[in-house]
């Protein structure tokens, strides 16, 4: 167990619809990233946040948006989905911290199927 | 510019054999860490191995070492005595302090066989 905790693990939903993938880091960490994983690729990097403030941003749609809230979890809103948006989406956490080097710690994945 | 470079898209082994996945690196910032993580079927990211670029010795974690070599920018991971369960995808990546995010690699599917 990471300590990293995501909901929903799985989620089916029509295009066109929004949803909310939601993250809780491990305790005492303050950065947060996401990630998409489509079908047998990589992954890629979406955003991350550092107490609270966006850090730096991948490739993320407009139509995605995340936010980390004061008690440091996150929230990761995707709008106006397409069949292409089906991947597993990753919450990592770790200290954080300009100087930091350390791992990340993974969640078990949000798996988003668009229909 | 690619920062992650994992030039086996596949590989198979035999079960008890070593392993050697490939894993080459960019980066000019002086301090940073490598990274394995593994991703079986199941889909989960599992933490292998870490290395700073200021450890000397190459990092063991039981049946994972990782062989750094810093000058050439490579740090592969050594599976030894392979198993069946070592079967899934191996991710390497990096940290750099300054940057901006944790890069991961494209990945290596091994397959373990019987």
């Known amino acids: 167990d990471s300590g990293v905790t995501q909901t929903p693990k799985h989620l089916i939903t029509a295009t066109g619809q929004r949803v909310t993938l939601r993250c809780s880091p491990r305790?005492?960490?303050?950065?947060v990233y996401w990630y998409q994983q489509s079908l047998d690729q990589g992954l890629q990097f979406l955003i991350q946040?550092?107490?609270?403030?966006?850090?730096a941003k991948g490739n993320i749609l407009e139509r995605f948006s995340a936010q980390q809230f004061p008690d440091l979890h996150s929230e990761l809103n995707l709008s106006s989905l397409e069949l292409g948006d089906s991947a597993l989406y990753f919450c990592?956490?770790?200290?954080?911290?300009?100087?930091?080097?350390?791992?990340?710690?993974f969640g078990e994945g949000s798996r988003l199927t668009v229909l | 510019a690619q920062k992650i470079t994992q030039t086996q898209p596949g590989m198979f082994v035999q079960e008890k054999e070593a392993v050697t996945l490939d894993c080459t690196y960019d980066?000019?910032?002086?301090?940073?860490?490598l990274f394995w993580y593994k991703q079986p079927s199941s889909g989960e990211m599992i933490f292998l191995i870490y290395?700073?670029?200021?450890?000397?010795q190459n990092a063991t974690e039981g049946r994972y070492s990782l062989n750094f070599q810093k000058a050439r920018k490579s740090a592969n991971l050594v599976i030894s005595a392979s198993q069946l369960g070592d079967s899934a995808m191996y991710f390497c990546?990096?940290?750099?302090?300054?940057?901006?995010?944790?890069?991961f690699g494209p990945g290596t599917r091994l397959s373990v066989l019987p």
């Open positions: 990592a956490s770790s200290v954080g911290g300009t100087t930091n080097t350390g791992e990340l710690f």
């Open positions: 305790s005492g960490d303050l950065s």
């Open positions: 946040y550092y107490n609270g403030e966006e850090r």
């Open positions: 980066t000019s910032d002086p301090s940073y860490g």
């Open positions: 290395q700073g670029s200021y450890d000397q």
């Open positions: 990546a990096m940290r750099e302090p300054g940057g901006q995010n944790f890069v």
